[in-house]
């Protein structure tokens, strides 16, 4: 075998390992949050939920808002441009709460309803999440807890997949609490990478102070380079390691769907400046890339099996070692066989989505 392929493939399965090593400390080293039941507090909190053509969904997430154990936060409901029943059902629905408001959106895009909400809301702490989402009762309460706890500029909070019957969405459900364990791994080492609007808290100070750096050229990314932004100014951010302050959103149902999706997140990693995400993300990308040319030429030198089955099975040994770390928590079952399953696919998604992100627009909707 010639050493140009095979030294930088053992360097980069180096990186990858000390990278999943860090993710692993970071999340031990991250306390899990009690909840204290029944005890409120006297914080204001703004719950804002964009929303563009959502009547199917709206509604079931208005009703776990409703049932919160705890009920004086202000509900913001954004419609962007909805050409469904959207703006119906949050007129018939608001009612329902203490305080509600109802806007139009100005702009187009999820990151300018966003930004329009926050320009209004009365809240200290900023509360984000989407329509598709079902946030456990306790959700709010939980953060508000933790908030007076732990006073952070920004607070990344847990998701996962509602899973179904189906090995697509069990593989998707395995994957994604990957990427959100890998979040709050990365939280805990003190080198916050990732997060998700789907369940996010932030002060509205950072953000009002972070606002000139989200990118408002990105349509996405409104989670991601509020983290970055209050990070390079050395902000306070954690995750809040409770399964009270879940929220559960559904798997892609399609293929198509699900690459759609990836699509539109790599599209804005162009705009990244941190070196710490960049790393991540090169490792992750050149692993698999670099397993996908390793079983090629295998083909035309059978040498190069040896190096393809090392890069496999330590690659698949270590992302098995991390995933048993965070599996109660993320309710993860059958681990050792969806993974390895997984683990046969990944490569090649994560490759044909990164160059498809790159050379992509995305869009909301």
């Known amino acids: 075998m010639s050493g140009f392929i095979v030294f930088p493939s053992l360097l980069v399965l180096f990186l990858y390992v000390a ?3 860090i993710f692993i400390t970071g999340w031990l080293r991250t306390p899990y949050f009690p909840v204290e039941k029944h005890k409120t507090s006297g914080q204001k909190i703004s719950v804002v939920i964009a929303c563009r053509n959502e009547e199917s969904d709206l509604k079931k997430l208005l009703d776990a808002l409703q049932n919160q154990s705890v009920k004086n936060f202000e509900l913001i409901l954004v419609n962007d441009h909805s050409t469904d029943a959207t703006k119906a059902i949050m007129d018939s629905e608001q009612s329902k709460f203490q305080n509600v408001i109802i ?3 100005e702009g187009y895009g999820k990151k300018q309803a966003i930004r329009q909400a926050v320009g209004i809301a009365k809240g200290e702490l ?3 999440t989407d329509a598709d989402c079902r946030p456990e009762p306790t959700w709010i309460e939980t953060i508000w807890q933790f908030q007076q706890k732990f006073p952070s500029d920004l607070i990344i909070c847990p998701v996962k997949f509602s899973t179904g019957d189906t090995l697509f969405s069990k593989l998707q459900a395995l994957e994604f609490a990957t990427l959100v ?3 709050a791994g990365a939280a805990g080492a003190a080198m916050p990478i990732l997060c998700n609007g789907a369940n996010l808290a932030f002060t509205k100070k950072a ?6 750096d989200l990118h408002v050229e990105e349509i996405s990314g409104d989670d991601v380079f509020l983290l970055l932004a209050i990070k390079k100014r050395k902000g306070t951010i954690r995750f809040l390691k409770s399964a009270n302050a879940f929220v559960s959103t559904p798997a892609s149902p399609t293929i198509k769907s699900f690459i759609r999706q990836r699509k539109r997140w790599v599209s804005k990693s162009t705009a990244y400046s941190d070196w710490q995400i960049i790393l991540t993300a090169c490792a992750v990308f050149s692993i698999s890339l670099l397993e ?3 079983l090629i030429l295998l083909f035309f030198n059978g040498k190069f099996a040896v190096l393809f089955i090392i890069l496999f099975i330590v690659k698949y040994l270590t992302d098995l070692f991390f995933l ?3 599996r109660l928590f993320f309710n993860l079952r059958n681990l050792s066989l969806n993974s390895f399953i997984l683990s046969l696919f990944y490569p090649f998604y994560i490759v044909i989505t990164a160059l498809a992100g790159f ?3 995305a869009h909301w909707k």
């Open 103 to 105: 806007i139009d959106a």
């Open 19 to 21: 990278l999943v090593i």
């Open 207 to 212: 953000w009002l102070e972070n606002q000139a």
């Open 292 to 294: 996908i040319v390793s």
């Open 324 to 326: 048993s770390r965070v």
């Open 359 to 361: 050379g992509g627009k």
């Open 126 to 128: 900023i509360v984000t």
């Open 181 to 183: 364990a890998s979040g």
